[in-house]
């Protein structure tokens, strides 16, 4: 009976096995309302009957794997604007297999914390357009929003969204975006998935996964980014920065709808990328000399400049936050800063993926119980 459990009748099946005591078969219906957690979600007649404590469980049930940290390989795009530095590496030779296709197969990896190796997860499908798309995570599912189809005068923008289950190891495609987008930043927080901006575009619209729709909310201000920014959740409110103006931080409450303007940084470098901690924003700057690291305290509304780290070769990156240790990855090494009090530690880099092309984009997924 356990075998036959879908969608259309978990339900009816976790009904049975109340009824009748059976913890086995109940424990398999949480787990596959877990492991289909979107389907179920969006599911009233399901997600809408279950109980507050069972609802908690199938989400809790969905991290119960190894936290990981992963890469995700997406086709470059021509970082003439925007506050990005180019982020080609010169420095290491590409396969010519690895340049200019745009129809290539590109890799998502994790780091195996047992062997200390990267290895592989799953492929992008082909149909998906890596090039210029936003990337988040939210309920342990990988999001890929937006990006541009063809190349030169041919160039697409894409509505596609896609998710990535690493419990079922199975991609699927969740409703298009309601205007088509690339180099947006796409952002998870509070349940809602956020597409803000991309480029020329001041629109920004939220996700509800129940509802299974995209809906408009209030725009970036005039004047903020054209394209290339930075964002982060961060105490149920969202901040962008980056762009031209890589000064400014704008703040977007969900409860009011509106954009707040920050106090200004002292900065006036280009960031690589900003991520959140606690009530801090950290902003990564790559210069000449290094890694320059600013942190705005977001109770107080105060820049400080916390931490410098000397780079011989600095090259452009992208972080993710796992527990308190930031991981700062490109494809020549990935730095490792944990988050103390009043600063930040540097720790021992890790050895950055073999053989990975454009640029990598990290975001942690808990992973399930594997051989590695």
């Known amino acids: ?4 459990i879908t969608t259309e009748n978990c339900y009816e099946h976790l009904v049975s096995a109340k009824k009748d005591k059976l913890n086995d078969l109940q424990e398999k219906v949480y787990k596959f309302m877990s492991d289909h957690f979107l389907q179920v979600l969006r599911d009233s007649s399901v997600y809408g009957r279950l109980t507050r404590t069972e609802r908690e469980l199938i989400l809790k049930l969905r991290t119960e794997g190894h936290e990981s940290l992963m890469v995700a390989e997406i086709n470059e795009v021509f970082d003439g604007v925007g506050s990005r530095p180019p982020s080609r590496d010169s420095s290491r030779p590409q396969s010519p297999s690895s340049i200019g296709s745009l129809d290539q197969n590109y890799l998502i990896y994790f780091y195996s914390e047992k062997s200390k190796k990267w290895k592989t997860l799953t492929r992008i499908p082909e149909e998906m357009n890596t090039k210029g798309c936003g990337i988040c995570t939210m309920y342990n599912y990988l999001f890929v929003a937006g990006g541009i189809r063809g190349q030169g005068d041919k160039n697409i923008l894409s509505d596609k969204v896609s998710c990535y289950n690493p419990a079922t190891d199975a991609w699927s495609e ?12 796409l952002v998870s927080m509070d349940g809602y998935l956020y597409a803000v901006g991309g480029e020329c575009l001041l629109t920004v619209e939220r996700y509800d996964p129940r509802a299974d729709r995209w809906t408009p909310v209030a725009p970036l201000p005039k004047g903020a980014f054209a394209v290339a920014h930075e964002s982060t959740p961060c105490n149920g409110e969202m901040y962008v920065s980056g762009g031209s103006l890589f000064y400014r931080l704008l703040k977007y409450d969900p409860k009011r709808d509106e954009w707040d303007e920050c106090p200004y940084n ?30 705005y305290d977001t109770v107080v509304k105060t820049w400080q400049r916390c931490d410098s780290f000397p780079q011989a070769h ?40 073999h053989e990975t092309k454009g640029v990598l984009v990290p975001f942690i997924l808990h992973l399930p119980d594997r051989d590695e």
């Open 1 to 4: 009976m356990s075998d036959q």
């Open 174 to 185: 969740i409703r298009p975006l309601n205007q088509p987008r690339s180099q947006l930043k």
């Open 266 to 295: 002292s900065s006036r470098g280009r960031s690589a990328d900003m991520v959140a901690f606690r009530n801090f924003i950290y902003r990564f700057d790559v210069s000449e000399q290094g890694v320059g690291v600013l942190k």
């Open 314 to 353: 600095p090259a452009p990156f992208r972080c993710a936050v796992r527990g308190a240790c930031v991981f700062c990855v490109n494809r020549r090494q990935t730095l490792r800063f944990l988050v103390e009090e009043e600063r930040l530690a540097q720790e021992g880099p890790l050895a950055p993926p």
